[in-house]
């Protein structure tokens, strides 16, 4: 079976991708959906909803994916096997493919310690590799994990995603090797900063003909300020921010903050377009969601497919 999402028709056809994130709220309130949903209305192919990101508990990313794709949005429903054991899993993907999801994305998760129940228990009753190894058996084999037959067949694209930056580095490639053969059809990095080193990590790829099995969808971010460039390069794990950049950032007032950070990412974004295997682009902006048009435009990526 194949999913017939826009996400997968816009990547199949060969064109340059656009994909977003939308953090669902804290709360019960669809309107914030709705409110985020607007700022990316005909600039992205599809809205990637994250699913309890930083291991802080937000409306589901499944209910958040259904107001958005009421919206007119195809959307990728981010799935981590942190709070959910296979039977919860497999589930969540039979509902979602029944409400029309087309996309989801395996992940592992924040571990707890980085949220706001840090004495919950974790779960990992199954790593991401063989979470996109299940959505994949469920899919093109008809099986549940118990060997059982489904009736009824879930209908989803299969997104991973990788950390080019992480350590060590020699086999960052190797390991996304092992997400495409369980399945992976598309693949969503981190924050891409250190284009050179994403540069070194993209040879690699395309040594192992990776590029041509699944699509790569290079990560961007927009900094607000030269304080959170320098938390994203001290605080957060696995995230490579040259110095130059903060220098950057911290060379402009305060007042052009947000217009120098919209620039390097535009920037970046024309960098990576040139790299021979990227095939899209997908925008964190965090909490910044409007700033999501002003970037796809400036990057001459407004006319979608």
Known sequence: ???????????????????AECGPPRGADPESV????????????AVNVTDNQTAVVRMSSLAACVVLKEMGFDTVLQMTVRDRNRIALQSDILGASALGIKN??????????????????????IDSIQLIDTVRGMRDEGKFLSGEEIKGRPDLFIGCVENPFADPFDIRALRLAKK???GAQFVQTQCVFNVE?????????RDLGLHEKAFILAGVTPMKSPAMARYMKGSVPGMDVPDDLIERMSAVSKEKYREEGISICVETIERLRA??????????????????PEIVSKAGLGTRP
Do not use: P
Not at 104 to 125: E, I
Not at 197 to 205: D, I, P, R, T
């Open 1 to 19: 079976m194949t999913a017939t999402g826009n996400l997968e028709r816009v990547l199949r056809g060969g064109h340059f991708a656009v994909t």
């Open 34 to 45: 709705r409110k985020k949903g607007n700022c990316l209305k005909d600039v992205v192919d």
């Open 197 to 205: 080193k994403f540069v070194q990590w993209m040879e690699m790829v």
């Open 275 to 292: 790299i021979k295997g990227v095939a899209g682009i997908h925008i964190m902006a965090i909490e910044w969601e409007q700033a999501v």
């Open 180 to 182: 495409v053969k369980a």
């Open 104 to 125: 989801v994305l395996c992940l592992s998760g924040d571990h707890q310690s980085f949220g706001d129940h840090r004495g919950a228990k974790n779960v990992y009753d």
